[in-house]
């Protein structure tokens, strides 16, 4: 009985010994100041399918607050596609070369000064060593003029083929992205400034905002991209979530919740990687997340794998490791993983623990893609390919029975903020361009 007393001690003592502290409440100073004249521009801008290729895709398209400002499926359907959300599909008349290849990330707190890279590989982060401020793969002339790196982030998703651009044949935009001219006159983004300038509302809200501007041809697309940054910022920031009240000393959490956030901060693990006010350390980590889709690869490469960060570091320590996610919200911004591959969240967290027995178990029937002709499965259905995922993860496995992961997801409710999707300017009803706004 003592030594059992003993090893009880231990064990508790042990855990005290590695748990991490709580984070610091979230707080005014932690975000950079918004204007909300330039906001309520940039919504309208965020809505507005104006400046895809086709003219068919919002920014909203694939990152819309009924889907936690995400989309709701593994991976989205951008060019080519009908509908919103989990019930897009791909359009008979009109079908997508290729899936995109990551699953569409939440929006949610961008405006925080700690937010400095971006997408699930890094590949565009703050650094003041560089022109423009920004370490990006595009070349060094092309970031100048984004105020940030929020803003920045955009100049790819209207270049991307599938996701805005569209088809050589379809669009103007599509065919100078085919013919690499990006910048300058007649390059794609000077075809998406020229389409906003030309409606009369958008030049009269960039004139009385931007004191450089005084036509319509004074408009820039670094411009346009940094009032859609603004109104991102603004919009989604999520500090009211019931864990905020903890953090903050008013409230105490009970049951599940409290059992969930003791394993989250102390025995699980979890806030090792998942640290700070936003649950995330912004660092790389391979975790054996499986592979769907067509991935991301070099272009003489065809298995369609997706080696993440190694992708934009070309270093070996780098393989398979993407972005530590924030968990603001998680359980609204389902699918999970870098490619989508998990729809339950209680199922993602367990396998999330011991990563390489789930990629033997991984059963392609929980994957909910929209139907395309493309083989999605390859890296899952081959042996060296799976191991080489599970071979680059550098933790150990961490032994969770089902109510431990109940409890988890208990915690992970907490971060649950209701105020954040309805946003502080909503969805307009109407764009100055009279196109359709994205709305299930």
């Not at 700690?114 to 070349?139: V, W």
């Not at 007649?186 to 075809?191: I, K, M, S, Y």
């Not at 993440?308 to 270093?315: D, E, H, K, Q």
Request: with cysteine; aromatic share 8%.
């Amino acid at each position: 009985m003592r030594l059992s007393f003993l090893l009880s001690i231990f064990t508790l003592c042990a855990a005290v010994l590695r748990a991490e502290p709580l984070p610091p409440p979230v707080t005014d100073d932690m975000f950079a100041p918004v204007s909300l004249a330039e906001a309520s521009l940039g919504r309208l801008l965020f809505y507005d399918p104006l400046l895809s290729g086709n003219k068919n895709i919002a920014c909203a398209t694939c990152h819309h607050p009924a889907f936690g400002t995400a989309d709701g499926v593994p991976l989205a359907i951008g060019e080519g596609g009908v509908g919103l959300g989990p019930k897009r599909r791909s359009d008979p008349d009109h079908m997508p070369e290729e899936r995109i290849p990551r699953n569409a990330p939440a929006l949610f707190n961008l405006g925080a000064y700690e937010f400095s890279t971006m997408f699930h590989d890094g590949r565009l982060q703050s650094d003041p060593t560089q022109p423009g401020g920004i370490r990006t793969p595009m070349d060094a002339d092309m970031v100048s003029g984004f105020a940030s790196v929020l803003s920045a982030q955009t100049m790819f998703p209207v270049l991307s083929r599938d996701e805005m651009a569209g088809g050589f044949r379809e669009n103007d935009i599509g065919r100078a992205v085919r013919q690499g001219l990006i910048t300058g006159q007649g390059g794609a983004w000077d075809l998406i400034a020229r389409r906003v300038a030309d409606v009369p509302a958008y030049t009269q809200m960039f004139r009385a905002l931007y004191p450089h501007i005084d036509d319509g041809d004074d408009i820039a697309f670094t411009d346009i991209s940094n009032a859609i940054a603004i109104f991102m910022a603004f919009e989604w920031r999520s500090d009211t979530a019931p864990f905020d009240a903890v953090l903050r000393g008013q409230a105490t959490p009970e049951g599940a919740a409290l059992r969930g956030q003791n394993l989250f901060y102390e025995t699980a693990n979890c806030a090792t990687c998942h640290s700070g006010p936003f649950q995330t350390d912004h660092r790389f980590h391979a975790m054996g997340t499986p592979q769907i889709g067509p991935g991301k690869s070099a272009a003489f490469e065809d298995h369609h794998t997706d080696t993440g960060r190694y992708l934009v570091t070309g270093n070996p320590a780098d393989m398979f490791a993407f972005r530590t996610p924030s968990l603001r919200n998680v359980t609204l911004t389902g699918p999970y993983g870098h490619a989508g591959a998990e729809a339950d969240l209680a199922q993602f967290v367990a396998n999330h623990a011991d990563p390489i027995s789930a990629l033997a178990r991984f059963d392609p029937r929980r994957v909910r893609l929209p139907a395309l002709p493309v083989k999605d499965f390859m890296v899952m259905q081959d042996p060296e390919q799976v191991a080489a995922i599970g071979a680059a993860v550098k933790h150990d496995a961490i032994a969770l029975t089902r109510q431990d992961v109940t409890d988890i997801v208990s915690f992970l409710e907490t971060l649950t903020d209701r105020n954040a999707l309805t946003g502080g300017l909503g969805i307009p009803e109407t764009v100055p361009s009279g196109l359709p706004v994205p709305n299930p």
